[in-house]
């Protein structure tokens, strides 16, 4: 089903049409209760107005470090109200790397959990005005802990004072929407520009081929931080449609019972979400609500025994195995699920308005069956890395944008993924730089070297193994550098494996020979 017409390019402009034209219907929803169309349209105003006052406006960058919440993208749809740039991170990233992210930027503004506040009160970072989200006003030790006097948001969106919004932003299609930070090749937070012109080709197109509509209400445990999770509320909120958010996955059996108390009907999940759906629940079946009825996947390469598992037990619903990039806004393909058994293994082909080909060095398009690199162009691909002209220029050649992954496509033009030629990992679904890993390795005092890579792994699909050298052998113990490392990266970025060696394999040019060191770890773990 197509979006209903209009001229909009921005989410909040999608969000006020539809708080004019059914403002009672629910648009999102917590454990804790719903927001209409109305409400939300309300906050986003308010919360404006008082950015506004602020001093946010035009092309300023404003950071939301928050977990998925009322207040999360009602926060962002604000920024964006005012033709301001959101810049959505994960908040465990840690004070460096938000700190890297705030010097990047230059932002001046910025939203944040108020249980966050020592993180935050760690950056030498000058704020023009910074918010926390809380249950309650901020107190003299959060104040103290920020090194600032914050502003308060409600964890609902609420704002103190009655401020009038200026005039929504009518944007440009090439204008900054968002800017979503990713792991760079070198450990370096990297930041990909979303223009607004992006986020609505990408949108259309997925709520074309899952025929979304206002009768659809997505249960999203993703972050909003994450293209794929952010893709699910505009796509839903482009619609007329609604979304729950929940983040008690840690309990799986619960989201899955309130998905059906919720009368879902689409839920949406990286590999290792349905890995554990499958070990951890095992009457899922018997939960599930008539309403359900799509299923998606994204986020890495999931087992066929899994992909199979998933069709079975989320029927009738139906299962839509998808791929695609934080450059391409968030998707590039999808096998349609009538073709889930005699295309199995393949990521499908372009979603509507994507062009994709697997093209040879020299960028001429391969023969059927022979493998080369997906590229892939269409109005949803970035325009580039944020302040990287060399890195954009890597990435987009000729207009159409290079992928890094290697595979093949058929005669009937389904792509097969066999390999990513750059060394990211994938990591519970996150893009993952491998020397983001060693770096923080390197921090321990009797670390000399260290080197990772991704390995097949039966739950998650990759896993890090790391390898190091130590300056003095035997005194640091396996699970004492494990340990070490939650202290710097977030917890899927944890080696799940870390091997002392004597030395690690290098090129004649004194480089690490990453290729030999995983070709090794396979040999030794058969």
């Known amino acids: 089903m ?6 909009a390019l921005s989410l909040p402009a999608w969000v006020l049409e539809f708080a004019d034209k059914t403002p009672q219907s629910p648009c999102l929803g917590v454990p804790e209760g719903w927001l209409n169309y109305a409400e939300v349209a309300t906050r986003i105003q308010r919360l404006a107005a008082a950015l506004a006052v602020q001093g946010v406006g035009r092309g300023d960058f404003v950071l939301v470090a928050l977990p998925n919440m ?29 700190g890297e992210v705030a010097e990047q930027t230059q932002a001046k503004h910025a939203i944040v959990l108020g249980k966050d506040a020592r993180i935050w009160g760690q950056l030498a970072h000058t704020w023009q ?39 929504p932003h009518t944007p440009a299609p090439d204008e900054a929407a968002l800017l979503v930070y990713t792991s760079g090749s070198t450990g370096t937070p990297r930041g990909i520009m979303q223009t ?41 909120l482009r619609v007329g449609g609604s979304v729950f958010f929940d983040n008690r996955f840690l309990y799986p059996r619960v989201v899955m019972e309130a998905m059906g108390a919720q009368q879902c009907t689409g ?38 025994a899994t992909i199979a598992w998933a069709r079975r037990t989320f029927a009738p619903a139906r299962l839509f195995v998808m791929y695609g990039q934080t450059e391409a806004t968030a998707r590039l393909s999808f096998l349609p699920p009538e073709f889930a058994e005699s295309k199995a293994g393949s990521i499908g082909r372009g979603i ?70 750059k060394e990211f990992l994938k990591l519970s679904g996150h893009r993952t730089s491998p020397v983001e890993i060693e770096n923080a390795l390197l921090m321990h005092p009797n670390v000399a070297e260290a080197a990772v890579v991704g390995m097949p792994d039966a739950l998650e699909g990759e896993k890090a193994v790391a390898c190091v050298v130590l300056k003095v052998a035997g005194q640091t ?50």
């Open 2 to 7: 197509k979006p209903p017409p209009t001229n």
């Open 129 to 167: 005005s910074l918010w926390v989200v809380h249950p309650s006003a901020p107190n003299e030790s959060m104040k103290k802990a920020l090194g600032v006097s914050p502003l308060w948001l409600q964890e609902d969106g609420q704002v103190e004072g009655e401020e009038e919004a200026p005039p």
């Open 267 to 304: 839920f949406a999940g990286v590999p290792l979400t349905y890995e554990i759906l499958q070990r951890q629940v095992g009457d899922l079946k018997t939960l599930l609500h008539p309403s359900l009825r799509y299923v998606t996947q994204a986020g890495g390469a999931m087992r066929p």
């Open 352 to 421: 509507p308005g994507v062009k994709l080909r697997v093209v040879d060095a020299e960028g001429q398009v391969c023969a059927p069956g022979v493998e080369g690199e997906l590229v892939a162009c269409g109005d949803n691909i970035s325009p580039g890395y944020f302040k990287d002209e060399e890195a954009t220029r890597e990435m987009l050649r000729e207009g159409w944008l290079h992928t890094g992954d290697l595979g093949h496509a058929d005669e009937d033009g389904f792509v097969f993924i066999s390999g990513r030629a």
């Open 70 to 98: 009322l207040a999360t993208p009602i926060a962002s749809m604000a920024i964006q109200y005012l033709g301001a740039c959101c810049v959505e991170l994960n908040r465990e990233w840690g004070a460096k790397v938000l």
């Open 477 to 526: 113990s396996s699970e004492a550098l494990r340990k070490f490392c939650y202290e710097y990266l977030p917890a899927f970025k944890v080696p799940k494996h870390i091997w002392e060696r004597t030395s690690l394999p290098k090129t004649g040019a004194g480089k690490l020979a990453r290729q030999l060191l995983k070709q090794e770890l396979v040999e030794a773990e058969a």
């Open 196 to 236: 607004y012109k992006n986020i609505r080709a990408n949108t259309e197109s997925i709520c074309q081929y899952l025929e979304l509509s206002c009768a659809d209400r997505v249960l999203s445990i993703l972050p909003l931080y994450y293209c794929y999770g952010k893709s699910l509320l505009q796509t839903h």
